[in-house]
């Protein structure tokens, strides 16, 4: 069974410009959650979609959004990039709402930012 | 905001030690979790640990969990060079259910 996938695997752009990021989840979980990992700051929370709707939000600027669509994948969108938004961006799912086992997570996208 | 704090930050042993990794958290919790990521890699998850237990044992690893003194330890008995990861806590308090994560003990063991 094939687990997260995230695309791209790496991603270059300069100041100004949009990314995209996208995520598959596990096939039958229903809840995505995007992670940044920035250099030295660890893992902060992004984003979390359950059944298409956003459930949580982590402390980010509104040029962080993203949706999740009717078969459950996801993407993450980052308008206007700064340079401090360079980082592994990590996907992650699980069973649905209000399941507190384990997340499952992608390799990641490494976004930089030029 | 970090719930969890890994200490100490960076470990380094040889092969065929014990490695003992320690985790702080600020509020109460459902459960307490540890991954572990290789380089620049996506987390797996090794265990998972609930409120009202105190200790858990998966294959080489052991978690213990107090609650009233809001830590967590991850032992890993025995060590390989594969073992060679960045370890993270992550804490499930239960509002709006999101996993929040320390910024990791690096773990390098060696040969």
């Known amino acids: 069974e094939a687990g997260v996938t995230q695309s791209p695997t790496h991603l270059i752009k300069t100041r100004g410009q949009q990314a995209t990021l996208r995520c598959s989840p596990i096939?039958?979980?229903?809840?995505v959650y995007w992670y940044q990992q920035a250099l030295g700051l660890g893992l902060q929370f992004l984003l979390w979609?359950?059944?298409?709707?956003?459930?949580n939000r982590g402390n980010f600027p509104p040029r962080f959004s993203g949706r999740q669509f009717p078969n459950y994948s996801s993407e993450l969108n980052v308008n206007a990039l700064e340079l401090e938004d360079s980082a592994l961006y990590l996907c992650?799912?699980?069973?649905?709402?209000?399941?507190?086992?384990?997340?499952?997570f992608g390799e990641g996208s490494r976004l930089t930012v030029l | 905001s970090q719930q969890g704090e890994e200490d100490p930050q960076a470990l380094s042993i040889q092969e065929g030690e014990n490695a003992t990794m320690n985790c702080s958290y600020k509020t109460s919790i459902n459960n307490l979790q540890w991954y572990r990521q290789n380089s620049g890699r996506g987390l797996v998850h090794l265990i998972l640990i609930r409120s009202n237990e105190r200790e858990k044992h998966s294959g080489r690893l052991r978690v213990t969990l107090d609650t009233s003194k809001k830590s967590s330890s991850l032992l890993i008995t025995a060590s390989r060079a594969a073992d060679t990861a960045s370890y993270f806590c992550?804490?499930?308090?239960?509002?709006?259910?999101?996993?929040?994560f320390g910024k990791g003990t690096l773990l390098t063991v060696n040969p």
């Open positions: 096939s039958g979980h229903t809840s």
């Open positions: 992550a804490t499930d308090s239960g509002s709006n259910y999101k996993l929040t």
């Open positions: 992650a799912s699980s069973l649905g709402q209000g399941s507190t086992g384990e997340l499952f």
């Open positions: 979609y359950d059944e298409g709707e956003e459930r």
